[in-house]
């Protein structure tokens, strides 16, 4: 029998002792999680702009337009996130 599993261990062996400072923080609110909803809209139009430029540059016209429509349901999110952001509520974007 291996003397590895003889050893008594602790609960908390080898866990990381938590932040206080992190718990005297209050809970995220509502901006935090637009904001967080925002960043991610943003990387997923960097992602669908990238996927349309490999397409157009592959000659993939049903791959570009995919990436295409999929941009445009996202810019629309994202844009209605923009204005929820700096006027309170959500508005009717003029991108047509």
């Not at 718990?23 to 909803?37: F, I, L, T, V």
């Not at 430029?53 to 049903?62: I, L, P, Q, T, Y």
């Amino acid at each position: 029998m291996s003397s590895r599993h003889n050893k008594p261990r602790r609960f908390d062996a080898g866990q990381p002792q938590p932040n206080t400072s992190e718990w005297d923080q209050p809970a995220p609110g509502p901006q935090d999680d637009a904001m967080r909803k925002l960043q991610r809209g943003s990387e997923a139009i960097l992602r669908l702009a990238t996927e349309a430029h490999a397409a157009v540059a592959r000659s993939d016209a049903a791959g570009a337009q995919a990436a295409r429509q999929s941009i445009e349901t996202e810019l629309t999110f994202t844009i209605g996130l923009i204005d929820e952001l700096l006027f309170g509520a959500p508005e009717q974007s003029t991108l047509h």
